[in-house]
């Protein structure tokens, strides 16, 4: 008889399989990702029956004890791919002007590297925030830049646009119109609304709702970099994005890197952008349709 471990494909058997008292508690800790076993009072065993010969059913007492010995391998050492998905560690940044909040990350501690961010822009109103369209329309009210990652979050506000937008109910509104809609203002260039579309490319799009509120996310390229001056059509910049709709106006959470590096950074800015609320007014609150001349 002997004791399998929780890897091998119990159905490859055909003999049937049965319950023995175990001799010992094996407990194995393992990032929380990963699976935890804990056999406390019972143990899986295999059996053939006994008229059948050992070597008939391909195990030798040999093979039993190096299979025994490496299932008990697999419990003390978890494997590479377990610790790679550990969650970065993560803070929080709250911005009482415009009242919305996001995580970020400050440290992935598997791989010893730590985020390198400098707060760019810090938050400020809707009306002396720095504009990224010709119009205005659309600011960025706050931002935060790992230079040295190629990373960038920013929030951006803006209202509606009607050409993609046509219903005034939020409710009715699918991901895909939220993104045209946003990004229709992204360019600091006087074109038409074409031509800064093409710059863009949407690659998902699908909604969540908070607390009755619809949430809109969304993933994009960028055909250009503003951190990396590479020439070459294959200069993309990804982004993951979250928005929500408050007082006549979009709230936008972007992140973005290179899009050379979105396999091993993007699940984490997938993170923050999930994690963009918008929070309750408090005094500090101003919106932005608040003293549009005002730019300080």
């Known amino acids: 008889m002997a004791f399998l471990s929780c890897s091998a494909p119990i159905s ?11 001799k010992l508690l094996l407990t194995t800790q393992t990032p929380s990702k990963c699976s935890r076993w804990e056999w406390d009072d019972k143990s899986l065993a295999i059996s053939s029956p006994p008229s059948t010969p050992t070597s008939q ?3 030798s007492r040999r093979d039993l004890v190096l299979f025994g010995l490496s299932s008990s391998l697999s419990f003390i050492f ?4 377990c610790i790679a998905e550990e969650e970065p560690k993560m803070a929080a940044s709250v911005d009482v002007i415009n009242a919305y909040t996001y995580l970020y990350p400050v440290e992935q501690p598997s791989r010893k590297f730590v985020f390198k961010w400098v707060e760019s822009r810090k938050p400020e109103r ?3 925030a720095a504009p990224l369209s010709a119009d205005a329309r659309l600011r960025i009210v706050s931002e935060r830049v790992d230079i040295i990652d190629n990373l960038i979050i920013s929030v951006t506000v803006g209202p509606p646009n009607s050409q ?3 219903s005034t109910d939020k ?3 699918n991901a895909r119109e939220v993104a045209d809609s946003v990004l229709s203002y992204k360019s600091a260039l006087r074109v038409t609304t074409s031509q800064r579309m093409a710059e863009s490319s949407v690659l998902d799009a699908h909604s969540s709702e908070v607390d009755g509120e619809p949430y809109w996310h969304y993933e994009y390229l960028v055909r250009k970099s503003p951190t990396r001056p590479i ?4 200069n993309f910049r990804q982004y993951v994005a979250c928005t929500a709709e ?3 106006y979009l709230y936008t959470l972007n992140a973005s890197t290179l899009s050379q590096q979105w396999d091993m950074m993007g699940p984490i800015l997938k993170q923050t952008a999930d994690s963009f609320r918008l929070l309750p007014p408090t005094d500090d609150y101003v919106p932005p349709y608040k003293d549009p001349w005002r730019f300080w």
């Open 12 to 22: 490859n058997y055909p003999y049937p399989i049965q319950i023995a008292p175990p």
């Open 57 to 59: 059913i391909g195990f």
């Open 78 to 81: 978890p494997s590479p791919g």
């Open 126 to 128: 809707y009306s002396s």
């Open 164 to 166: 993609f937008l046509k």
């Open 171 to 173: 409710h009715t509104w």
């Open 231 to 234: 020439q070459g059509s294959n």
């Open 246 to 248: 408050r007082d006549g």
